[in-house]
C-alpha cells in the first residue's frame, strides 16, 4: 500500500517539467531537469509555471483528455445534462482512493462529480517548492524585486485556487504552507485543518497575488484580471457555502460562520470589482464567435476574452483535443451521450426578458426547436442546434464551435477536415471569460444585500453586469434566423410572482430550502438564471448547484423535467430522415416515447402528458406499415431512462468522503510508531 508520503511527493515530476502551451506559450519543452541548476533564470520560473496551465484553465485540455473540456464530452454531474439509460451515480460509497494515484490520472477524474479538486498534494508541493526556489533566487540576485513579487504572486495564486478546489470537494483539508519534508511524519500525517483556516490563508494568498502580479504578462499569461475573477469565484463558492449549508454537521469546525461568509462575499465583490473597474472589457462579439476560434487569439480582439487557449499544430503538435468535434464538429456524427432537457429549456428566458409562462413573445409556447431559437435568449440558437440530432435527449449542443464548423457533413457536405475532427481539432477555448467576473459581482452583492445588511442590488448593477451580457452582437447567421438580443432586465419586474418556477415543488426539496427556511429570493433566482444560460456546458453548474444546496435537483424524483428531452417531431420521411436521427425503426418499438403538452397550469407553467410509446408494425423489410408515428411528437424521453439512486443526493454528498486508502494509511503509521495518527472522516461517510 503507498503511504502518505508518497501522495505528498506525487508527480515529482511537476516541480521538474513544463507541458505543452499554445502558441503564446510556446518554448521548448525540458522533458527533465536538475533542480540544483535549474533556478537561474526568470524564463526558467515561467516554463515551470506554464505547466500547470492545463490542469486549473477550462478548455486547456489536449487529444482525448476530457478534464477541463465541455460537459457535452467530459460527463459533467448536474441537472443541466441528461444521458440515456440510468443516470450515472456521483458517489454511494467511500472509495478506494480519491484519485491521488499517479497511474489514475490526476487531471482526469475529479472534474466530473465534484468540479473541484481531488485529495492530491502534488500541485500545493509545486507552489510551496516554487515561492521557496524563488526565495534563493532573490537572495542570489537572480531576480530582481520587481520579478521576484509577480512570480511569488503566480505561485500564491495557484496555491490559493488549489486549496480552494481541495476544500470545494473535502471541506476541511490539512494545510501545508511549506514544502513537506519526507521525514516528517508528525507534518506528514496532520488531521483536517477547518475549512475557514484554509480559506483565509487562501485569501490572503488571492490579496498578495492581486497586489503584486503583473497587469500585462504578455497575451495569455495570468495576469492581475485572471486573478481577479478566479479568486471571486473561489470566493463566491466559499461564501455562499456558508450561507446555504450552515447547519451542516460538516461546519460545526468552523466558528462564526457568518462572519467568515460576509468576509469571502465581500473578498469577492472586491475581486471581481477590481476587473470591472479597470476599464479594459466589454461585451463586443457574438456569443458564437467566443468558441470555436481558429489558430488565433481572441484576448484584446473579443473584449470579453481575459484567457484564451489557442490550438495550433503547426505551432507545437500537440495543440489539438476534441471539444469542438463533440459540438456538431462533423455534422454531429458524433453523437452527445448527454445533453440538456427539460429543466434547462423551461429555465431559459425569453426575447422579451420574461419567463416563458408570462412572456408575450409570439410563438413562445411553442417548444419546437426552430422555434425556440427566435423566441429565445439569443445565446439559446448560439448553444443548441434548432432541430433534433443524434444526442441523449434530441437537443445537440453546437456552441463550442464556430459557424463553419457546423456546416461540415450536413446536406452533402464534404466531411469535416481535421481541425474540427476528434483529437486532431484546433478550435480555441476562452477559459477565463468577463461574463464570470460579473456575474460572480452581481451575486456577491445580491447575497450581501439580503443576508448581511449590504446595499441593494440597483437598476445600475443590474445594467453593469446581465444587461451589458445581453447587448453583445449578433452575427448574420443569427440574424439571418430571426434572433434578436434579449430586453434588458427590469429591476421592477423582479417580484414574488415573476417566475412561479422559483416557487415550484423542485426548489422546496433542496438542501437550502430546508436550511434557510425560505426559497430563493427573486432577484437572486434571476441571477442564477443568468449564470445558466450563460455557462451552460462550461462545468460551473456542478459547483453552483453544489454550493447553493441545490444538489437535489440532480435526482428525477425531485425534479422530473431532469428526465424528459426536448421537443422531436419523428417523421420517418422529412427533416429527421435527412439529418439521420430517425428514431421510428423497428428496434425502438417500445423503446422510443415521447410526452405530449397536456396544457398549462393557471400560473402558465407547462403541464406533461402521459408517456406514449412507438408501437409501428413493420414487414419482413423492415418498412413502417401501421402504429402511431403519427403520435411520435413531444418532449423526447431518454431511451431506457431511469432515476439515479436517492443516496446521491443525501446532505452527505455534498462533499466527497476520505478514501480508505487515506484512513488506513493513518492507521498503519500509528500502529508503526505508537503515534496517535488519524484523520477525521466527513459526515455520513463514516
Known amino acids: ?231 471571486s469565484r473561489c470566493m463566491l463558492f466559499e461564501g455562499t457555502w456558508y450561507v446555504y449549508h450552515k447547519t451542516d454537521d460538516a461546519m460545526k469546525t468552523v466558528t462564526d460562520i457568518d462572519g467568515h461568509a460576509k468576509k469571502y462575499l465581500e473578498a469577492a465583490q472586491k475581486f471581481a470589482a477590481y476587473v470591472m473597474d479597470n476599464g479594459n472589457f466589454s461585451f463586443n462579439t457574438p456569443s458564437h464567435e467566443l468558441f470555436g476560434h481558429l489558430y488565433t487569439t481572441l484576448t484584446g480582439t473579443a473584449k470579453e476574452v481575459i484567457l484564451y487557449r489557442t490550438y495550433n499544430k503547426t505551432i507545437q503538435s500537440s495543440n489539438q483535443h476534441c471539444i469542438a468535434s463533440y459540438a456538431g464538429g462533423n455534422g454531429g456524427g458524433e453523437g452527445q451521450s448527454m445533453a440538456g432537457n427539460l429543466s434547462t429549456l423551461k429555465a431559459w428566458i425569453c426575447q422579451d426578458g420574461k419567463p416563458y409562462s408570462s412572456s408575450t413573445v409570439e410563438n413562445v409556447k411553442s417548444w419546437r426547436l426552430q422555434d425556440m431559437v427566435v423566441t429565445r435568449d439569443a445565446r439559446f440558437e448560439s448553444t443548441f442546434w434548432d432541430e433534433p440530432r443524434s444526442s441523449a435527449t434530441g437537443l445537440y449542443v453546437e456552441k463550442f464551435i464556430d459557424r463553419t464548423g457546423l456546416t461540415y457533413g450536413v446536406d452533402g457536405a464534404p466531411a469535416c477536415p481535421p ?47 446581465i444587461n451589458a451580457i445581453r447587448t453583445r452582437p449578433l452575427d448574420a447567421q443569427a440574424i439571418a434566423k430571426g434572433v434578436k438580443q434579449t430586453a434588458p432586465l427590469q429591476l421592477s419586474w423582479v417580484n414574488e410572482s415573476f417566475d412561479p418556477e422559483r416557487t415550484s415543488d423542485p426548489q422546496k426539496a433542496c438542501h437550502s430550502y430546508a436550511v434557510t427556511g425560505k426559497f430563493v429570493s427573486p432577484i437572486l433566482w434571476e441571477i442564477r438564471r443568468e449564470r445558466r444560460m450563460e455557462f451552460f456546458m462550461e462545468q460551473y453548474r456542478v459547483l453552483d448547484i453544489r454550493r447553493w444546496g441545490q444538489m ?126 488519524h484523520i477525521t472522516q466527513n459526515p455520513g461517510w463514516d
Not at 426 to 452: D, I, M, Q
Open 1 to 231: 500500500m503507498k503511504r502518505l508520503s508518497y501522495i505528498l511527493i506525487a508527480f515529482a515530476a511537476l516541480i521538474l517539467v513544463s507541458c505543452n502551451a499554445n502558441e503564446f506559450l510556446n518554448r521548448n519543452a525540458l522533458t527533465s531537469m536538475d533542480d540544483g541548476s535549474y533556478w537561474t533564470t526568470e524564463n526558467n520560473v515561467r516554463l515551470f509555471v506554464n505547466g500547470a496551465y492545463g490542469s486549473y484553465f477550462c478548455g486547456y485540455s489536449d487529444n482525448w483528455g476530457s478534464v477541463y473540456a465541455p460537459a457535452c464530452y467530459s460527463y459533467e454531474m448536474s441537472d443541466d445534462r441528461t444521458t440515456t439509460g440510468t443516470q450515472a451515480n456521483i458517489l454511494i460509497s467511500v472509495p478506494a482512493d480519491n484519485w491521488y494515484r499517479a497511474e489514475n490520472g490526476y487531471r482526469g477524474y475529479w472534474l466530473q462529480r465534484r468540479g473541484a479538486g481531488p485529495w492530491n498534494f502534488a500541485y500545493i508541493r509545486k507552489w510551496n517548492l516554487l515561492m521557496d526556489r524563488l526565495d534563493t533566487m532573490k537572495e542570489e540576485g537572480r531576480l530582481n524585486d520587481e520579478q521576484y513579487r509577480h512570480w511569488y504572486g503566480v505561485a500564491r495564486f495557484f496555491r490559493g485556487w488549489e486549496y480552494s478546489r481541495f476544500v470545494e470537494s473535502f471541506g476541511d483539508v490539512p494545510y501545508y504552507d511549506h514544502v513537506v519534508r519526507t521525514d516528517d511524519p508528525d507534518d506528514q500525517y496532520k488531521d483536517r485543518d477547518p475549512r475557514s483556516l484554509v480559506m483565509d490563508a487562501c485569501l490572503e494568498d488571492f490579496n498578495y497575488a492581486l497586489d503584486n502580479v503583473r497587469t500585462n504578462d504578455g497575451t495569455d499569461y495570468v495576469n492581475k484580471f485572471v486573478v481577479g475573477t478566479i479568486a
Open 419 to 465: 481541425q474540427y475532427a476528434s483529437c486532431t481539432n484546433e478550435n480555441g477555448y476562452p477559459c477565463v471569460r468577463y461574463s464570470e467576473t460579473v456575474l460572480n459581482w452581481l451575486e456577491a452583492k445580491a447575497e450581501l444585500a439580503e443576508h448581511f445588511g449590504g446595499p441593494s442590488v440597483t437598476q445600475s448593477d443590474l445594467d453593469r453586469s
Open 552 to 677: 437535489e435537483l440532480m435526482l428525477g424524483a425531485n425534479n422530473p423535467d431532469l428526465l424528459v428531452g426536448g421537443w422531436v417531431e419523428l417523421d420517418k420521411s422529412q427533416q429527421l430522415k435527412k439529418r439521420k436521427y430517425n428514431l421510428l425503426v423497428k428496434g425502438n418499438v417500445g423503446v422510443v416515447s415521447v410526452k405530449h403538452v397536456a396544457g398549462y397550469n393557471d400560473k402558465g407553467q407547462l403541464v406533461l402528458g402521459d408517456r406514449i410509446f412507438f408501437d409501428g408494425q413493420f414487414d419482413e423489410k423492415n418498412v413502417y406499415i401501421s402504429g402511431n408515428a403519427d403520435q411520435m411528437e413531444g418532449f423526447l424521453i431518454p431511451q431506457n431512462i431511469k432515476d439515479r439512486d436517492p443516496l446521491n443526493v443525501a446532505v452527505r454528498n455534498y462533499l466527497e468522503p476520505i478514501c480508505t486508502d487515506v484512513i488506513s494509511q493513518y492507521k498503519d503509521k500509528a500502529t508503526a510508531t505508537g503515534k496517535d495518527y
